[in-house]
């Protein structure tokens, strides 16, 4: 079993930052890939990026490429998001994943095994 606890969301305003940080115990080396999605009101969760195990392959869904930056540090079982100039649309509830299993749906929530509870995000005007 692996546990996840995000934090380091919080307010912020558009074009500001915030680097929201998820932090693994248990199983964790059985962790091939961590991702972080998110989910607004009234929408489906969604996919925002996602990091291998060695943190040399990275993805990203196209709305936050060039803003956003996925890093890992396994010494720490932790893997940070660096959210810079934020949008209003980025307002969510981000949560981290861990996929135990090589896959090449890494966007697709089905291919993670474990889910933390989500820290909020919201961007103001």
């Known amino acids: 079993q692996v546990q996840l606890v995000e934090s380091g969301g919080g307010l912020v305003q558009a074009g500001g930052s915030l680097r929201p940080s998820c932090e693994a115990s248990?199983?964790?080396?059985?962790?091939?890939?961590m991702g972080w999605f998110r989910q607004a009101p009234a929408k489906e969760r969604e996919f925002v990026a996602g990091?291998?195990?060695?943190?040399?392959?990275?993805y990203y869904a196209d709305s936050v490429k060039g803003r956003f930056t996925i890093s890992r540090d396994n010494a720490k079982n932790t893997v940070y998001l660096q959210m810079n100039s934020l949008k209003l649309e980025d307002t969510a509830l981000y949560s981290c994943?861990?996929?135990?299993?090589?896959?090449?749906?890494?966007?697709?929530?089905?291919?993670?095994?474990?889910w933390g509870q989500g820290t909020q995000v919201t961007v103001s005007s």
């Open positions: 994943a861990v996929a135990a299993t090589p896959s090449s749906w890494y966007g697709m929530a089905r291919s993670y095994d474990y």
């Open positions: 248990g199983r964790t080396f059985s962790s091939y890939l």
């Open positions: 990091i291998t195990r060695s943190g040399s392959n990275t």
